[in-house]
């Protein structure tokens, strides 16, 4: 199955920064999907990117998946408190499901 | 209702005990899914639905496994004689789409989630 790599484990950043979490996939890629997890509750859809070089955005989220389509990128802009979380990536496999990343654990301090 | 509703919100089991897990997923919504997430890890896919046709059970851990959505609805996920590796938020999907991941758009409705730990 495909491997999903995400970088960092975890971030710490302070309010207001900018950060970028990465995600990183053995095989080529024919769907990415971003989802958000907070403690305790269930996961949250962000964006999904299909094309090689696709980006987009949503209020201070941007996501971008290479032209070979094996890494995507998420980047927060002025991050805030309500940014923080679990957050996920997940590709497309043979059958039914998707095949999620372990996960990049954000905090925002103030 | 508005979301994927799952039931019980918490569950503790004593090792060798049967659990019963229940997804109510949005009204008219052909697809479902069941995940397992341990802690520390990203959700691993157990099996799919569509309508109530098991289309997809290929991630089930073992046969103390099994999952039904006998009228397209709800759907319940049996556990057999537990044990602490079940330990684990068992999550409920579902999406109005038939592709393998969901809408475009939306993607999958998640969900909070049971959590199950065994003793």
């Known amino acids: 199955s495909q491997e999903l790599e995400q970088s960092p484990q975890s971030l710490i950043v302070q309010e207001g920064k900018n950060l970028t979490i990465n995600c990183t996939s053995s095989?080529?890629?024919?769907?990415l999907y971003w989802y958000k997890q907070k403690y305790g509750e269930g996961l949250i859809f962000l964006m999904m990117?299909?094309?090689?070089?696709e980006e987009k955005s949503h209020e201070k989220i941007t996501a971008k998946l290479d032209e070979k389509k094996q890494q995507s990128s998420l980047h927060i802009t002025a991050s805030q408190p309500s940014h923080a979380g679990i957050y996920l990536c997940g590709a497309e496999q043979s059958g039914y499901a998707l095949n999620f990343g372990k996960g990049t654990s954000l905090l925002v301090t103030p | 209702g508005a979301g994927v509703s799952q039931s019980p919100r918490y569950k503790v089991a004593k090792r060798g005990q049967d659990v019963a897990l229940r997804c109510d997923p949005i009204s008219g919504h052909v697809s479902l899914f069941w995940y397992q997430q341990a802690l520390g890890q990203g959700p691993e896919f157990l099996t799919y639905f569509q309508n109530e046709a098991q289309l997809d059970k290929s991630g089930l851990p073992s046969d103390r496994f099994f999952a039904e959505r006998p009228e397209g609805s709800v759907s319940t996920l049996k556990i057999q004689r537990t044990q602490q590796e079940d330990s684990a938020v068992y999550l409920c999907a579902s999406s109005s789409s038939l592709t393998a991941a969901g809408d475009f758009n939306y993607g999958y409705t998640f969900g909070s989630g049971t959590r199950l730990t065994v003793v």
């Open positions: 095989k080529t890629l024919y769907g």
């Open positions: 990117l299909q094309k090689g070089g």
